[in-house]
């Protein structure tokens, strides 16, 4: 089992025109004792699906669709209501619908065995029975699928309605704030991007880094002052800098004190959101080599966020990439960087020199990212696409496997995964 999964995860953010799909139907998982980089240009997605993940979404976003496992226990869930609208919206009322009451109660019997059933029982009960109206509905209605979608999307609104106004949702953001903050540092955590300025100015970084070790570990004031040197040991910085304020370090000192207080809570995954971005080339150098480091000796999972794919090239098992919203090629990283299967990987691979191998003339991809108000029809990298044909802008690609773990979405993968398109 791999120790994060995130299934069909759609996060969209409400905005005046409408909302921006910024994760539109991503599965990712990353494993224990690896490294998984995610690589994207700005603006694709990375960050939302990371705080998707640790649940630190801003107040405008809305989880649509999906759900996200740590070593296999549920960290949240869509709400059923926001997956049932979804779904009728997109489909109708296809077996798709069906398909998702019936899988939601085949989950919710896994979930009352599970160690969290405490705290999702409220949320459980709640869905058992709009599961159990909605199935009522569609076996009495089968007679006019127009009537019943309405009188389907009319519960969905009217139960979402009610859960926002009372105990319900107040309950359900309780268990999640709560099952979130037990997990967020103890088993997952995050360097952010933009780390330099994570840090409060007015207090000592060590004492920052002892806080979290107070709210998360069961720890003695002397055994956090020996984990406060300890770390500080290993981001290879000297124990008496846990003595400085923010503004006494420099770039790759600050960045190394954020790895530290990653680390500080021994979780089992960190998540790097463009850990390097801000430091020069040999400082990112140093610091991508200790974060190496670190993950084999500690044994962790990473999640490498970065728009440079040139970054996760000597760090990661295996890339993800992803693009507006969607994730568009995965595979390990030799065999992504050896035959990259989409044409938005073959543009990134050009646009960053490589250290190793001939010379090659540097392209860039020609536009820039959609709008992911209204993304384009079809595959939506056709617009910027040198390859693209009439099928791509009516048509979705789905992800294509082209070799074992390798996977592509795009209509002609495996031609250009074979050579014959590029
Ligand atoms: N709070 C927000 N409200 C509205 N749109 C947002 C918000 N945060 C991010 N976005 C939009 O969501 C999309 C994805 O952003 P983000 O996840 O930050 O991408 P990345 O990390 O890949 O640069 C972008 O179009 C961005 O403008
Ligand atoms: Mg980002």
Redesign the pocket.
């Known amino acids: 089992m791999a120790l994060l999964e995130i299934r069909n995860l759609r996060t969209y953010y409400r905005v005046r025109k409408g909302e921006v799909k910024a994760v539109d139907g991503v599965n990712f998982t990353a494993d224990r004792s690896k490294t998984v980089g995610l690589v994207g240009e ?1 603006g694709c997605g ?2 939302t699906l990371a705080f998707g993940i640790l649940q630190i979404l801003p107040s405008n976003a809305r989880i649509v669709t999906g759900e996200v496992r740590v070593a296999g226990e549920l960290v949240f869930r869509a709400p059923l209501t926001h997956e049932l609208k979804f779904l009728l919206e997109q489909d109708g009322l296809g077996d798709a619908v069906q398909d998702m009451l019936a899988m939601r109660a085949a989950g919710m019997q896994a979930d009352k065995a599970s160690t969290a059933a405490n705290e999702l029982m409220p949320i459980l009960q709640q869905e058992a029975s709009l599961i159990e109206d909605a199935q009522q509905m569609i076996a009495n209605g089968q007679a006019d699928p127009e009537a019943l979608k309405r009188d389907l999307l009319d519960l969905a609104e009217r139960r979402e309605r009610a859960w926002n106004r009372g105990f319900t949702r107040r309950a359900i953001q309780r268990s999640q704030r709560n099952r979130m903050q037990t997990m967020r540092w103890s088993q997952v955590s995050m360097i952010f ?1 933009g780390a330099m300025n994570a840090f409060n100015p007015v207090y000592r970084v060590g004492d920052q880094i002892e806080e979290a070790l107070e709210a998360h570990m069961d720890m003695t004031s002397e055994q956090r002052q020996a984990r406060i040197q300890e770390l500080f040991k290993l981001v290879g910085m000297t124990a008496d800098r846990s003595e400085g304020y923010p503004h006494e370090f420099s770039g790759g000192m600050k960045q190394r004190a954020m790895i530290a207080m990653a680390l500080a809570c021994k979780p089992d995954l960190i998540i790097a ?2 850990p390097t971005t801000a430091l020069d080339v040999i400082m990112q150098d140093r610091i991508l080599g200790e974060i190496r480091d670190l993950q084999r000796e500690l044994d962790l999972a990473m999640m490498i ?1 970065t728009h440079d794919i040139s970054v996760v090239a000597e760090v990661s098992d295996r890339i993800v990439i992803m693009y507006a919203g969607e994730i568009v090629e995965e595979g390990t990283t030799e065999s992504v960087f050896e035959r990259p299967s989409h044409p938005y990987a073959l543009g990134l691979l050009e646009a960053f020199p490589s250290v190793k191998g001939p010379k090659k003339k540097l392209r860039a991809i020609p536009g820039s990212p959609p709008d992911l108000v209204n993304p384009p029809t079809g595959c939506r990298f056709h617009p910027r696409c040198r390859f693209a044909q009439d099928i791509c802008t009516r048509e979705r690609p789905e992800l294509i496997e082209v070799d074992t773990g390798h996977r592509s979405r795009c209509h002609f993968a495996k031609e250009i995964f074979s050579g014959s398109l590029a």
């Open positions: 700005s990375k960050t991007q959101d463009e966020i």
